[in-house]
Structures are given as C-alpha cells and as structure tokens.
C-alpha cells in the first residue's frame, strides 16, 4: 500500500537516493523498477544485472527493484551483497546490458537509492529526469511473461581478474578501513592475495556502520586509520566508502594524499603508455594538475564534479584516467574506466611497491594551499540550487583571467582559484579555494566573500570563507 507521496526529490543529478521510510521506499523501488525495465524494453534490451550494498534496508528495496524491472520481461541477474564496482564489473562479464545497484554510496545508514548504467552509460541528468517522469505518469510495459532472475556470484571473477591485471613487487605492510561498507567483502582477500600484509580495521559488514560514517573524504572519519597506521607501522593506509568506488590513502605518518594528487601520480606512469592521452578531472581538483599533465604530454580535460559526469566525459574525449577530488578513480588503461577502489587501490600498491619509501614518493606531489571543501547548508536541495543559480548569474569577479562555468562557478585567478557549486547528493552548496601563497589564498577567499553577500544579502546566513 502506498504510504509515501511521489518521491520528486530522490531523483538527484546522477543517481536516485533519499532517507529509506522518509523520501522513498520499497514502494517506489518497485515502481523504478518498471520503469527502468520498461525502458530497456523499449530500446530492445533483455538482460540486467542488480546488486546492492550492505545497508540495513538494501534486501527489501533490491527484491522491489527486481520484481519490477522483471514485470517488463527483462531478465535479472542478482549478483546479491556486493560492491558497486563489482556490479559495473559483473555488467562486462555477464554481457548485461543494465546494471542497477542498490546504494547510498557514502551517505549515512538512513539513506539508499540506486546507481543506474544502462549500455554502459551511467544515467545522469536529463536521463534521470526523463526516468522521474515516466514513473510519476505510471508509463509501465507490463510482459505477458516476467522476466527470469538468477542468481550469480560474480565475486570469484572479480577478484581473478584484479588480480591477473596487477602485479605487487614486494610484500607491504597496509592498513585497510573498509568502515563496515561492503568492501569488507572484497578488499581484504583481494589486496592479501596480491601479497599485501593487511591490518584490518572495520573489515566486517554492518549497514548500520556502527563505527563512523561510510565517508573516509571526511577528517572525523579517518581518525581510527590514522591512529592504527601510526602504531602498527604500516607503509600506508587505504580507506573505502560504502559502496566501494572510492579510495583514501593516507601515508605512514598519517596524512591523506588528495585524490588530485593521486591523479597526478598515476597519470605520471599511464601517459607513458597512452601518448596524448586524455586526463579527466573535475572542478574540485588542483589546478596544479594541468602544468603537470602537460609537461607529460598529456591533455587535461575539465568536466563536471560527479561519477556518472566524469564517465560520460571520459567516453566523450577517450580518456584513458580519470578522477575527482571525492576519491573517485577511473582506469580505462588495464580496466574498463569505471570508478572502483579496489582496483585503483591495487594499481597504487603496484607503483609504490616499486619504491623503497612510498610515503616520500606521495609527499614529494606537488601540493598547492588550499580549504577543505566548506559546506554551506540549507533546507533543502531547491534551496541551495535556487541561491545557487542566483550566484551563478550575477556574480561578477572582475579580478579574474577566466570562469568556468560547467559546474557551479570555478573562477581562475593569476594565482588561484575559487570553486562555487551546488552539491549533487545534498542540500549544500560546496565551496573551495586554492592558491599558490597565503596572500593569494586569502585574496580568492576575501573576493567570493564580497561577492556572495552582495548577491545574498540578508535573505539567507553566508558561510565565514
């Protein structure tokens, strides 16, 4: 019986989610279902695959999402509890031509909602919307046959194929904080069978994630890794989210490598491979990466801050690496260019088991002055991006040499840069600053801070830049 109104606000720029038993339910899972499956239906497709994370309210809204997907005539491989790379990993294998997995990624236990792929493209912003549409007009193909569901354990072939594809050139000591998302099911065997010493931490499975939140780009979240890196004299530390796409490295005296710098690190040895080849990176990231990917004969290409945005761009241009500042990594060398943790974690292991001192390798990054991201908050998502879409029009920075304008607000500076955007996954907007000196820092920060409460006024509380 349906006992929640229309879910308008789950459908979010790159993937659905919202608070279980508050913005959605199993209900609605269900109807998402059909029409998803209706839509592959309607471009001739046959086959998908669903998973989903270990969140507490995971099983019922995947048996939902299959039933309806099923009542278009599609057939479901379940893949059950595993990580969203897997899924995007079982999708090649299988030969699917969907994947859907059930996920809140790095939100808190209360949240879910599904990552879509469908002919290896992630659904993302008109596609959403288009999809919200058609579940709100109830435009459903109902088979005279329901699709058939199976179920598949694609957790062997995942880890043979990393493991086939990286090779660890001596044995390291890592810690690994999998903060009981559903890595706990992955990482720890795959990283021991490529030789790593591995010294667990929250490696068991509980979507309540009773320890911290699934979100290790958050200071508060990696105290406990950096505390056991410290005291068991570990070579590194390597962080997952929940759903498993992303990764933080920390060194061994306990400082986290931006993801932008690891960037810069990885595309240092892939452009040898990949001549001219395409860097993707997003509005967050350090401009210092641009210099860098050049003198290596590489072509840095700016997109949007987003999984399902960073894939479609690396599609667009061919690239061969990708990533945003959130920790998302994406190989289209040796792998198949979506974001996975694990396997970056493993690539990363590979390059650094290469030098004696890892840890002086990551240090030796450049590495600019810059904030942490600020989050303005609001009440809501139509807030946010309703004072965002003031900002963006009258905002006026006569100071600076250029404004992108593919994401928010990213203002470039002769010594700096100031980064304004609406968040995807929350009602914030994001706000972050760079610069080559204090001074410069402190000039980008001072002039957003003018321009913002001349547009804002007293009509909502300014964050203190």
């Known amino acids: 019986m349906q006992a929640i109104?229309?879910?308008?606000?789950?459908?979010?720029?790159?993937d659905i989610r919202g608070i279980v038993g508050v913005d959605w339910d199993a209900y609605w899972a269900r109807k998402i279902g059909q029409a998803i499956g209706t839509l592959l239906h309607e471009k001739g497709l046959s086959r998908c695959v669903i998973g989903r994370d270990g969140r507490l309210s995971g099983l019922?809204?995947?048996?939902?999402?299959?039933?309806?997907?099923?009542?278009?005539?599609?057939?479901?491989?379940n893949i059950g509890c595993a990580a969203t790379p897997a899924g995007y990993f079982a999708g090649y294998e299988l030969k699917a031509d969907a994947v859907l997995v059930v996920t809140a990624s790095h939100n808190s236990a209360p949240y879910?909602?599904?990552?879509?792929?469908?002919?290896?493209?992630?659904?993302?912003?008109?596609?959403?919307?288009?999809?919200?549409?058609?579940?709100?007009?109830?435009?459903?193909?109902?088979?005279?046959?329901?699709?058939?569901?199976?179920?598949?354990?694609?957790?062997?072939?995942?880890?043979?194929?990393?493991?086939?594809?990286?090779?660890?050139?001596?044995?390291?000591?890592?810690?690994?904080?999998?903060?009981?998302?559903?890595?706990?099911?992955?990482?720890?065997?795959?990283?021991?069978?490529?030789?790593?010493?591995?010294?667990p931490l929250y490696c068991t499975l509980d979507g309540a994630f009773p320890n911290h939140e699934p979100d290790p780009s958050r200071e508060e979240n990696v105290v406990d890794l950096r505390q056991v890196v410290l005291e068991s004299g570990c070579e590194l530390g390597l962080a997952f989210d929940g759903d498993g796409d992303r990764l933080v490295v920390m060194t061994r005296d306990g400082v986290v490598i931006d993801a932008d710098r690891l960037l810069m690190?990885?595309?240092?040895?892939?452009?040898?491979?990949?001549?001219?080849?395409?860097?993707?990176?997003?509005?967050?990231?350090?401009?210092?990466?641009?210099?860098?990917?050049k003198a290596r004969g590489g072509v840095p290409v700016l997109a949007r801050t987003g999984h399902s945005f960073i894939k479609a761009a690396m599609r667009e241009v061919g690239g061969c690496l990708g990533g945003e500042m959130s920790g998302h990594l994406f190989f289209a060398d040796r792998w198949y260019g979506f974001d996975d943790g694990l396997y970056a974690a493993a690539r990363l292991l590979e390059l650094l088991s290469a030098e004696d001192d890892p840890s002086a390798v990551l240090h030796a990054l450049p590495k600019m002055l810059n904030t942490p991201e600020i989050h303005w908050r609001f009440e809501s998502d139509t807030q946010a991006?309703?004072?965002?879409?003031?900002?963006?029009?009258?905002?006026?920075?006569?100071?600076?040499?250029?404004?992108?304008?593919?994401?928010?607000?990213?203002?470039?500076?002769?010594?700096?840069?100031?980064?304004?955007?609406?968040?995807?996954?929350?009602?914030?907007?994001?706000?972050r600053f760079e610069g080559d000196t204090a001074d410069a820092l402190a000039e980008v920060q001072a002039d957003f801070n003018v321009e913002i409460k001349r547009i804002c006024g007293n009509d909502v509380l300014v964050p203190r830049l």
């Open 265 to 293: 690190l990885f595309s240092n040895e892939i452009l040898k491979e990949h001549p001219e080849g395409r860097i993707v990176y997003d509005v967050k990231c350090t401009r210092a990466l641009v210099p860098w990917v």
């Open 5 to 14: 109104e229309f879910p308008y606000l789950i459908f979010k720029a790159y």
């Open 60 to 77: 019922e809204l995947m048996q939902a999402l299959i039933e309806g997907v099923c009542s278009a005539g599609i057939d479901v491989s």
């Open 385 to 431: 991006h309703t004072i965002m879409s003031r900002i963006a029009e009258e905002a006026n920075f006569p100071k600076a040499d250029h404004i992108h304008r593919i994401d928010g607000l990213r203002v470039e500076y002769p010594r700096g840069f100031g980064l304004i955007r609406a968040s995807n996954t929350s009602p914030l907007i994001v706000l």
């Open 112 to 199: 879910n909602g599904i990552k879509m792929v469908i002919e290896n493209r992630a659904l993302a912003g008109e596609d959403i919307q288009d999809l919200k549409d058609r579940v709100h007009a109830e435009r459903f193909f109902v088979a005279d046959t329901e699709g058939r569901c199976e179920l598949i354990d694609i957790h062997p072939s995942y880890k043979e194929r990393i493991v086939n594809t990286v090779r660890v050139h001596r044995r390291m000591r890592v810690a690994i904080d999998c903060g009981n998302g559903i890595m706990a099911l992955h990482a720890p065997d795959v990283l021991r069978t490529l030789g790593v010493d591995v010294v």
